[in-house]
């Protein structure tokens, strides 16, 4: 799926044998309104009009959505979501897929929410992203954290363990077990939802989730404590 200045398309396939097969096209030209959009708000149009499209296809079924991950992460993160938003949720939640990063484009692991989604400060995304709250702050405490140090491992992944957002992550991730479906995540809370669109990027260290953040480039990266909301006061 993709989005330009002129239209958003998509295309919808199938894994036959060893061979990926095109199933069929959509492609819509953007209306005037829609042309103003920022760039994320068309990227999740693209996303939201496309699995519309091909509704009859994908209902009922798992399916890859090969996209770029910010805009739709950003999507399914708010702590609030009304008018616009709030419905391509809710329509977003009949659904059950897994997402893929798009080779090809700016490499978003790093990006995807380090940096805010939209450039062009437009007034719906600036208004959008103040609905996140504690959930930007706790971002900014995660990023100066780069060791479990004073506290130890034990009392880290202890104080993880007792953090509502958190448990269900890293017992996945201790059990080795895959990412959860969507449709476990949807009735959930705003921020695990967050750690879920983060989950190719949390990693198991001494028993603690972290984050791993790599360079624009690729060449080095950066280890980041998830913060239990209970150690929040010790690093303010």
């Given at each position: ?127 959008a ?47 080795s ?21 983060l ?38």
């Open positions: 799926m993709d989005a330009s200045n002129e239209g958003i398309g998509a295309v919808l396939s199938q894994n036959i044998g060893n061979e990926e097969r095109v199933i069929t096209y959509f492609s819509k030209i953007l209306g005037k309104p829609e042309r103003n959009y920022c760039v994320t708000r068309k990227e999740l149009l693209a996303i939201v009009k496309s699995i519309e499209h091909f509704h009859h296809y994908l209902y009922g079924w798992k399916f890859l959505l090969r996209t770029d991950h910010a805009s739709l992460r950003w999507l399914l993160n708010f702590k609030e979501p009304e008018g616009q938003i709030a419905r391509w949720i809710q329509r977003l939640q009949e659904y059950d897929f897994e997402i893929q990063h798009r080779k090809g484009t700016s490499h978003g692991n790093a990006d995807a929410l380090s940096r805010r989604p939209c450039t062009e400060s437009c007034k719906h995304c600036t208004n992203e103040k609905k996140f709250g504690m959930e930007i702050d706790i971002s900014v405490k995660v990023l100066t954290m780069t060791s479990v140090d004073p506290w130890s491992s034990c009392e880290i992944q202890k104080a993880q363990l007792e953090d509502p957002n958190i448990k269900p992550i890293l017992e996945k991730k201790l059990n077990a895959d990412r959860p479906s969507w449709q476990e995540i949807a009735p959930k809370s705003p921020v695990m939802k967050r750690y879920w669109a989950w190719d990027s949390l990693h198991l260290k001494d028993g603690v989730l972290y984050r791993r953040w790599e360079s624009d480039n690729g060449s080095s990266c950066r280890w980041q404590l998830i913060l239990p909301k209970s150690r929040i006061p010790e690093v303010q």
